[in-house]
């Protein structure tokens, strides 16, 4: 096998998820305008919300629900108002969407690791729910091409040194590919590795933030360039 080595981010890097949750903000913003509220507020209360709780209650869907009722709880507090059990009920309908989207690979995914497979050995590191995550990554159908799946509660420099470690990795032939620049790009700086940002068109603003030495990353439009960026590949 190969001492190079790609670890992969899994959602919005692999298959869409912001989307869903992104939709689910946009519904919650017109049943709130419904009851009186402006829509923009109503999105800057969940992203309040959430900013205050995931640090606490991490990642799993379950806890975004919550997150939504409570940020309709802070409207109607910010307004002097009663919450609704009616309203309360469809609040958590809407978000309960999240529950149960599908998994779509990204444009590229599929017809991509394959060759990476042939080059690399591929790690997959997906933080949040272990349940959750791991559904996802076997609905994906794409865990055969990963030489290793870690769903971790959060990632950070601590997270990709201990991978290191515990494969035998070369971090300096090793590379973290994902969205995040606050997950996937700057934890990978910080721990001596490659970092390899594929930004999505819809990112979630809990994940940005500055990344820490833009000199040292690779940044690619899509992920089917991963072929193009390394040598080799094109060809296999």
Partial sequence: MSDDTLILDADDTLWENNVYYEDVRDAFAERMAREGFD??????????????????????PQEFVRSIGIAYERLCERHGLLP??????????????????PIVLLTGVAETLPALRRRFRLILLTKGDLAVQQSKVARSGLASFFHAVEVVPEKGPDVLRALVGRYGLDPQRTWMVGNSPRSDVNPALAAGLGAVYIPHPVPWDFEQTPIAAPERVIELARFSDLLHHFPGLEAQ
């Fill in 84 to 101: 609704r059990a009616e309203v309360a009920a469809e609040v958590e309908a809407i978000a309960r969407r999240v529950l149960d989207h």
């Fill in 39 to 60: 829509r923009a507020a109503a999105v800057a209360m969940v992203d309040a919300v959430e900013l205050e709780r995931v640090p606490r209650v991490g990642y799993a």
